[in-house]
């Protein structure tokens, strides 16, 4: 058996060396503080989980393949300095029947280091090809060091408190929870009354899937689709933040179902909650198949979004008014989400 250490797996991001690299990922070709381009950061951490995945899982099963399934709390603790390199230093923390959870820790090595986030994703190992493809079963890890047993103890324990925060989002009201909805709706009943409805800060877009996007046969690169999801929801964000919203935390990604090549892809995304400097955007990424006998719900995506100035000094944004059951929904999830980011203590 192997231990976390032994799984240990690191990606350089040559910034200070390869000036088209450092091109390719900055925002604006520009003196500018927070210039990276966070939704590339998302697809290279993707693919460091996969390859750090991969190559634990090939030593048993060498023809098996790995798939995201998830992608738990990414918070953002330091902007990204663009003069110096990036290091994603990745290892596998617990290893279920057929799944496998991956930390990655983005850091910038110098004086001192700059913890940029942390990270987890959860792999499913898989073997064969379309219909007959099914989840393999894998060896566990053998832990070592007590820090080793920890972190496969926080894994199981992200793994609950994650089906906890589901149920708890799922539940009707609070007392506190149904007021605050209450006033909002009763806001926009008052005369003169000119706020911005959550109902009309959406942005969509449509594209089709190419084999220059596959990554296992005949489906598409997981991190692809979560970078255009993430920067059409930068984009939405936009409308709101007077300033200019930089990622702040991705709260939640879920892969449903697999996107596969000639797809057709609806990305749509909406503000469904602002709070102080705070913006959150709900993504939702539905694949229709080239014979468009099938639609599905593909990935759903939570983003938060902060509004800063020049000097990466928050700002406040206006107020969002949810209208309808829908827009309450999402507007009392994103509530409860950030919540728990607060509560935990994972705030920017």
Not at 16 to 26: I, P, S, W
Not at 249 to 256: G, W
Request: glycine fraction near 6%; charged fraction near 25%; include cysteine.
């Amino acid at each position: 058996m192997l231990s976390p250490l032994q799984t240990s797996f690191t990606k350089v991001l040559s910034l200070t060396t390869d000036e088209a690299l450092k091109r390719r990922f900055m925002v604006l070709d520009e003196p500018i503080q927070a210039n990276m381009r966070f939704g590339l950061l998302l697809e290279v951490l993707d693919k460091v989980a996969e390859e750090a995945a991969l190559n634990y899982v090939n030593q048993f099963f060498p023809d098996a393949r790995v798939v995201t399934a998830a992608i738990d709390n990414i918070v953002i603790r330091h902007v990204t300095d663009m003069s110096r390199d990036v290091h994603f230093k990745a290892r596998i923390n617990h290893v279920g029947r057929s799944s496998l959870e991956i930390g990655i820790r983005v850091e910038q090595p110098g004086g001192p280091v700059r913890h940029i986030a942390s990270c987890y994703f959860t792999m499913v190992a898989r073997s064969g090809m379309g219909e007959g493809a099914v989840s393999v079963t894998l060896p566990g890890l053998e832990y070592g060091e007590g820090i080793e047993k920890q972190r496969a103890d926080k894994a199981l324990q992200r793994r609950e408190a994650y089906k906890q925060q589901q149920a708890r989002l799922n539940e009707p009201p609070s007392r506190d929870e149904f007021q605050m909805l209450t006033d909002l709706h009763t806001a926009q009943d008052e005369p003169g009354f000119n706020g911005l409805l959550a109902g009309k800060l959406t942005a969509d877009a449509w594209e089709r899937m190419y084999p220059e996007q596959e990554n296992v046969p005949k489906k598409i690169f997981g991190g692809y689709l979560i970078r255009r999801a993430y920067e059409l929801s930068s984009i939405c964000s936009e409308q709101i933040a007077p300033n200019r919203p930089i990622a702040a935390a991705v709260n939640r990604i879920n892969f449903f179902h697999p996107v596969r090549m000639g797809d057709t892809l609806h990305y749509t995304t909406r503000v469904v909650y602002t709070n102080g400097s705070f913006i959150c955007v709900e993504a939702n990424i539905e694949r229709i198949s080239r014979d468009k006998t099938t639609k599905a719900l593909s990935n759903s995506c939570l983003f938060t979004f902060v509004n800063i100035d020049d000097d990466l000094q928050q700002q406040p944004v206006p107020k969002i008014y949810p209208t309808n059951y829908g827009e309450d929904a999402r507007y009392l999830m994103a509530h409860r989400s950030s919540q728990a980011l607060i509560e935990e203590g994972q705030t920017i």
